[in-house]
Structures are given as structure tokens and as C-alpha cells.
């Protein structure tokens, strides 16, 4: 199949964009039925709103102050120490693992 690009208006911003062959091309072999509806700009925007503060969209992760329960050290560590169990620095915690 012969791709030609496009041009589609931003459903966000309004602006006009290039849906290119090449991008019609990967859509196709990810299966993607659907074109985008947002520019590349609102796309990438809309992506970072949606991650919030989950690492794995890239964004900023959310860490807590501790203090390591084998060697005493000020640590950060990414879950809300609850008291009851002991947080390790990340060498005690990679000691504890090996063992």
C-alpha cells in the first residue's frame, strides 16, 4: 500500500499537521486503525498529563525522607515509610538481597 502524507487539524489546538507516510506506514504495522487527532506538540502534552507522576511515563518519581535500619544513614526511598517494617539505603538493601 502507497502512503501519501496528510495534513489534519489539531483537535486540540486547532493547528494544521503532517501526518506523513512514514507515520501512516508505522500506524499501520502497530495495527493502529485510528490517525491522530492531536499535532505532535498536544500529543506529547496530553501523554505527559496522563503519566502524572508514574516513572514510567517519564515522569518525576515521588520519594520519602528515611533512615536506614541497618546502618543509620539518611535516605530516600520511593514509598511512605509506614513504621513498621524496616527501610533500608539502597547498599544495605542490595547487602540484604545477595544474602
Known amino acids: 500500500m502507497s502512503f501519501q ?4 487539524q489539531c483537535s ?3 493547528t494544521t499537521f503532517i501526518f506523513s507516510a512514514k ?11 485510528n490517525e491522530p487527532k492531536r499535532c505532535p506538540t498536544c500529543r506529547q502534552a ?3 498529563e496522563r503519566g502524572g507522576g508514574n516513572a ?8 520519602f525522607p528515611a533512615t536506614c535500619s541497618e546502618c543509620g544513614t539518611a535516605t530516600e ?6 513504621g513498621d517494617k524496616p527501610v ?3 547498599d544495605c538493601y542490595r ?5
Do not use: L, M, N, W
Open 5 to 8: 502524507d496528510k495534513s489534519i
Open 12 to 14: 486540540d489546538c486547532g
Open 23 to 33: 507515520d501512516q506506514e508505522f500506524f499501520q504495522e502497530k495495527g493502529f486503525t
Open 46 to 48: 496530553r501523554k505527559a
Open 56 to 63: 514510567s511515563y517519564g515522569g518525576p518519581r515521588q520519594t
Open 77 to 82: 526511598v520511593p514509598f511512605q515509610p509506614r
Open 88 to 90: 533500608y539505603c539502597r
Open 95 to 99: 547487602k540484604i538481597q545477595a544474602k
